[in-house]
């Protein structure tokens, strides 16, 4: 798999990344299986959010052995299951409090 450098950054990272919209709602074994799968064709770069369901947790518990494999990305301000406005400072301090 081809790699890149990240912007100014030392992290070098696939071409191709991991999206976790999908696998919020998914059981471990198959969460376990897509992304062992990925990371074995050489993807080493996971996107998710914390309104991605429960992606986040997912793949901290799937990968948890293989941390130096992969870069994680992660965004949020998107309030979605939550009481607050998109973006909203306590909907902000909520989500990274979590984090």
Do not use: P
């Not at 450098?5 to 897509?34: A, C, H, P, W």
């Not at 309104?51 to 949020?76: N, P, Q, W």
């Amino acid at each position: 798999m081809e790699k890149r450098k990240y912007g100014s950054t030392d992290m070098e990272v696939s071409i191709l990344g991991f999206g976790g919209s999908e696998i919020g709602d998914q059981d471990e074994q198959t969460v376990n299986r897509l992304l062992s799968g990925a990371l074995e064709a050489g993807l080493n770069l996971i996107d998710t959010a914390e309104c991605y369901g429960h992606s986040e947790e997912l793949i901290g518990k799937v990968l948890a052995g293989r941390r130096d494999d992969y870069y994680l990305f992660t965004k949020c301000g998107h309030a979605a299951g939550l009481e607050f406005a998109d973006w909203d400072h306590c909907c902000l301090s909520k989500v990274l409090t979590a984090a």
